[in-house]
C-alpha cells in the first residue's frame, strides 16, 4: 500500500474490517488484502497519533456504538480503546467543531452531486471539510463512497480507498454496470 497520510479521518468501517482477522477462516477470498490494508491504515493512526475527529463526539459515539471499549479482541477494537484513551490529548485544530441544522451539518459541502450522501456519514465530510487542512477520509468497503468520490474531490475532500478493486466492483455491481 502507498503510504498512509499522517492526518486522517477514519470511517467506522475500517476498524470494523480490521477486526475480521479475529476469525481469519471467515474472510471471504476477496476480502483477505482489504482486511490486511485495514489493520495496517489502524495500526498506523495509532501509531502517528494523527486522528482528525469532531469535538462534539458524533464520530466517537458511532465507533462507540460498533467497536469493543475495552479493546478487544480485534485490531479495530485495539483502535477504539485507543481512541477513547487519548481523544482528550488530540491538537485541537483535529477536534474539529461541527454544527448541525436539524440533520444537515453546516459544514457539509455544497454539491448537488451529493444531496444523496448517507445521513450518517456525512459527519466525516462535514469535519474533514471544516479541518483546516482538509485531511483525507480513510474508507474501506463502503461503495456507496465510490460514486461521491468525484463530488467530493471537486469540493476539495480527498477519500482515501483502502480497498479500490473490491470498492469499485461492489460500487459497479450495485449499480448495475
Not at 475527529?53 to 464520530?59: V, Y
Request: hydrophobic fraction near 35%.
Amino acid at each position: 500500500m502507498s503510504s498512509l497520510p499522517k492526518k486522517c479521518l477514519v470511517d467506522t468501517n475500517v476498524p470494523k474490517t480490521a477486526n475480521l482477522a479475529i476469525d481469519p477462516d471467515k474472510i471471504p477470498n476477496e476480502l483477505i488484502g482489504c482486511v490486511d490494508a485495514c489493520i495496517e491504515a489502524v495500526e498506523h493512526v495509532v501509531k502517528k497519533g494523527g486522528l482528525v475527529i469532531d469535538e462534539g463526539g458524533e464520530i466517537f459515539t458511532e465507533y462507540r456504538r460498533q467497536l469493543s471499549m475495552s479493546g478487544q479482541p480485534g485490531v479495530g477494537d485495539s483502535f477504539m480503546k485507543w481512541v477513547n484513551d487519548n481523544q482528550w490529548g488530540f491538537p485541537q485544530e483535529d477536534r474539529v467543531v461541527i454544527s448541525k441544522d436539524g440533520d444537515i451539518y453546516n459544514e457539509f459541502p455544497n454539491h448537488d452531486e451529493l444531496s444523496t450522501f448517507d445521513v450518517s456519514d456525512r459527519k466525516f465530510v462535514a469535519v474533514a471539510n471544516a479541518h483546516p487542512k482538509k485531511p483525507p477520509i480513510l474508507q474501506a468497503i463502503d461503495s456507496k463512497w465510490w460514486g461521491w468520490k468525484g463530488a467530493l474531490a471537486e469540493v476539495g475532500i480527498t477519500v482515501r480507498f483502502l480497498c479500490p478493486e473490491y470498492t469499485k466492483a461492489k460500487y459497479k455491481e450495485k449499480i448495475g454496470t
